[in-house]
Antibody, heavy 118, light 107 residues
């Protein structure tokens, strides 16, 4: 049973860079996509992007120019970096695991609230 | 990019009712749709993948149907614990867009 735990700052200043880490335990990282999804307060789910265990990543077009997602299977970690933050990036950020077949997200972390404010 | 249009955005129903939520893709996506349930303050939970496959552990009152562009999540005999927000998601190719969500409220 895979477990996912996000960590990172709860408050980031505008224009700065957000760095989040997801620690993966309980199952192999092989043959899965490792996904980030965010949810602004009171809003719906927003797919940010994912990285295959081999390192190949896909990003939301709206975030692609500011975003990097990487995986380190030896450390069992998935990382997200999002730069040039604005208050619109305030959200709960979820780390999740997706299957390779239908890309369904079958496991989720608890989420971490990131507030962008001066 | 493929858009996913979900309807209705909200609905009111009673315990025991049959509820249907629809999701329409902007182009044909075969069976590449997944459905999730989210309760306030919690992470989403996978209900249905590949349009109609029930995720392990999910009650059989949840079912999914459709292919091509039109998909439906059906809840037969709504239970108190089913009052939540439901999302469809594209599983075809990135970006893996979510629908706007359907909030199921108690009538």
């Amino acid at each position: 049973h895979v477990q996912l735990q996000e960590s990172g700052p709860g408050l980031v200043r505008p224009s700065e860079t957000l760095s989040l880490t997801c620690n993966v335990s309980g199952d192999s990282m092989t043959s899965f996509y490792w996904t980030w999804v965010r949810q602004a307060p009171g809003k719906g789910l927003d797919w940010i992007g994912h990285v295959y265990y081999s390192g190949s990543a896909d990003y939301s077009p709206s975030l692609k120019s500011r975003l990097s997602i990487s995986v380190d299977t030896s450390k069992r970690q998935v990382s997200l970096r999002l730069n040039s933050l604005t208050p619109a990036d305030t959200a709960v950020y979820y780390c999740a695991r997706s299957s390779a077949a239908f890309l369904e997200v079958d496991s989720w972390g608890q989420g971490i609230l990131v507030t962008v404010s001066s | 990019d493929i858009q996913m249009t979900q309807s209705p955005s909200s609905l009111s129903a009673s315990v025991g009712d049959r509820v249907a939520i629809t999701c329409r893709a902007s182009q044909s996506i075969s069976s590449y749709v997944n459905w999730y349930q989210q309760k306030p303050g919690k992470a989403p939970k996978l209900l249905i993948f590949a349009a109609s496959s029930l995720q392990s552990g999910v009650p059989s009152r949840f079912s999914g149907s459709g292919s091509g562009t039109d998909f439906t999540l059906t809840i037969t005999s709504l239970q108190p614990e089913d009052f939540a927000t439901y999302y469809c998601q594209l599983g075809y190719s990135p970006p893996l867009t979510f629908g706007g969500g359907t909030k199921v409220e108690i009538k």
